[in-house]
């Protein structure tokens, strides 16, 4: 009998609103999104003393993403390929596996999956094949499952859940198979359908007019990252996709509700608000990672923002209203950007360089690229250093036309672009010398009441292609790059304090947690989908000078913690 072992405890809607320093219960750790820790043990003065605590093959290889959750000591992993590990969050030790049985004849363009969420007594997984499935925590026993789309008609489903309120909140992916892109609230307790938001707005809907014709019933618009939340004011606050297919000339119009911030009645899904970050996409440009909810000082007064680092590469900073309405502050590049010639002062709202705009039979070279300045990665927010920090990717850009597309057929890509020349399309920043080693991945710290970039550590001849971590601890973690490491920074500085290479690309969202009064930093490598795309494509930009490098694919969770006699009995 072990009198320490974790024992379950129950997902109540206060701790989510709350959650204990020791827990992580959602893959941000908090409902505002900041990927936050108040947990300090482990702190910038003695990080060199991290070391390995215990790791676990997740059995899957390719892009593992989600953020280890953790729950009294349990920890919670999904993986690609739809299964979930629970584990002795101490040791190691296996508690259950689910796997889910995907059809196989089903294609997956993104074989990945962001995590699990957690209410009352169960787990949430949203699937591939579209459905979401609980579990029983403490058996990881199907409770129930609910499909909210069909597989073969192009949806599927990579995102974390969000639970709020009684309720499942799931969005679908599928802007590269045209289709009509929705949010779905489940009950938590019975997996039935409470409510429904379609992305695109239908005819007669609010933002309806912005589509012509039938070109509303494809227009994409998927919702692939999970919302952030206001208790306060029960608003969800949810980042949207592209449009499809993707030439804009196939959807004149804004196309509402893509590539926005959507905020909705979390009670009853109904619209409170919207901010379109640009209009009418034509870069494959997916807003879809969620604002985060940051109260700014502005000249001694606090104002309630919505931030987000643009997949256009434009830090946004939006103002957030009690009722749900979302007004715009502002928003300038963060990364070389040449499609916008100006932003609106008062809304917000872009104008483009033509010439920068791909189209039917019309080529285009622009700036970033389809990956954009950030793709999902999410950014990360100390209210101790007020910095906020982006996984950022400079000096890339892309080259692409459309072709003229026939009918859409369920299930097949409906992109307009053909798929070879989507992974050729990267190119560097013209006037940059490809010979010499590249400035590519950043990790840039931004001062949101200033609107300053205050500091950047950069990365040369990779991407960065991670989630960030920051503590209370003056750190923030984070790996990304195509060196297989996993690092520490100083929060206030950027500088490298801490650095250990793994077995394979990590992509994961890292988390913290503490378990008998021992704190371990957790995180999942596996590499994949669009981070190995990416880098395909600067192996070719780059030749000869990653020619020789190879990033494994395995999946394998690993667990920090510092050298000590703590750890060793920890670990025992
Ligand atoms: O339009 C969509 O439905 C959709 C879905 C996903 C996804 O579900 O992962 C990605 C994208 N688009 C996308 O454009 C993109 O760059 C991307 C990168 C990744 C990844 O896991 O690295 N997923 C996705
Ligand atoms: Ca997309």
């Known amino acids: 009998y072990d009198a320490t072992a974790p024992s379950y405890a129950t997902v109540s809607q206060d701790r989510l609103d709350k959650p204990e320093p020791q827990n992580w219960l959602m893959p941000r750790g908090t409902y505002n999104g900041w990927g936050y820790s108040p947990l300090d043990q482990i702190n910038a003065k003695n990080v060199k003393r991290l070391i390995p605590v215990w790791s676990l093959s997740t059995g899957v290889t390719d892009a593992h993403q989600a ?32 796997e889910r049985h995907l059809p196989p004849d089903m294609q997956q363009l993104h074989p990945t999956n962001r995590g699990v969420a957690l209410y009352g007594d169960k787990v949430y997984m949203a699937t591939m094949d579209a459905c979401v499935v609980a579990l029983t925590a403490t058996t990881g026993k199907v409770a129930w499952q609910h499909c909210v789309a069909k597989w073969r008609d192009g949806y599927y489903m ?9 309720k499942i909140l799931v969005g679908v ?23 429904k938001f379609y992305t695109v707005a239908g005819p007669g809907e609010p933002g ?16 692939w990252m999970q919302g952030n939340y206001d208790p306060a004011t029960r608003t969800v606050y949810f980042g949207t996709g592209n449009g499809g297919p993707w030439m804009p000339d196939t959807r004149p119009g804004d196309n509402l509700f893509a590539t926005s911030a959507i905020a909705l009645d979390v009670e009853t899904g109904k619209l409170k608000g919207y901010h379109q970050y640009h209009w009418n996409d034509a870069w494959d440009w997916d807003e879809v990672s969620a604002p985060l909810l940051i109260d700014v000082n502005r000249n001694g007064r606090a104002v309630h923002e919505l931030v987000h680092a643009g997949r256009d590469g434009y830090l946004w900073q939006l103002q957030r209203d009690p009722s749900g309405k979302i007004g715009f502050i502002s928003g300038q590049p963060f990364v070389h950007q040449d499609v916008f010639k100006s932003i609106d002062p008062k809304t917000g709202r872009p104008t483009y360089d033509e010439a920068k705009v791909p189209g039917t039979n019309k080529k285009a070279l622009f700036c970033p690229s389809l990956w954009g300045g950030k793709d999902w990665p999410m950014e ?6 007020k910095l906020l920090y982006v996984p950022a ?7 692409i036309a459309g072709e003229k597309l026939g009918p859409r057929e369920p299930g097949s890509l409906y992109v307009g672009v053909p798929i070879d020349d989507i992974f050729s399309s990267l190119r560097p920043r013209p006037g940059v010398d490809t010979s010499k080693p590249m400035k590519i991945g950043q990790l840039q710290a931004w001062d949101l009441s200033t609107g300053k ?9 990779s991407a960065m292609w991670a989630p960030i971590l920051a503590t209370a601890g003056d750190l923030v973690f984070s790996g990304g790059t195509n060196d297989r490491m996993f690092r520490a920074f100083d929060a206030s500085n950027g500088k490298l304090e801490w650095e250990t290479r793994l077995n394979s690309g990590v992509e994961g969202t890292p988390s913290t947690f503490m378990v008998n009064g021992v704190q371990y930093i957790a995180v999942l490598s596996g590499y994949g989908v669009d981070a190995e795309r990416q880098n395909n494509g600067l192996k070719k930009m780059l030749a000869p000078r990653l020619d020789h490098q190879v990033v494994p694919n395995d999946g394998t969770i690993h667990v920090f913690a510092l050298m000590g006699p703590k750890t060793e009995t920890a670990s025992r």
């Open 453 to 461: 970039k205050v500091w950047s550590h950069d990365f040369l001849d």
């Open 393 to 399: 990717n400079d000096n890339l850009c892309a080259e």
């Open 158 to 166: 990579t995102l974390a859940p969000l639970a709020a309120d009684g």
């Open 208 to 223: 309806g007019d912005t589509w012509k014709g039938d070109s509303w019933k494809t227009g994409g618009v998927p919702i």
């Open 380 to 385: 990360a927010y100390s209210p101790k250093t």
């Open 67 to 98: 953020a280890p959750i953790v729950n009294n000591g349990i920890m919670f992993v999904s993986t690609p390929q739809n299964r979930i590990i629970a584990v002795d969050a101490r040791t190691g030790d296996t508690i259950w596996r689910y």
């Open 173 to 195: 992916s599928g802007g590269e198979l045209g289709i009509r892109g929705f949010i779905d609230a489940l009950d938590a307790e019975t997996g039935k359908e409470d409510w």
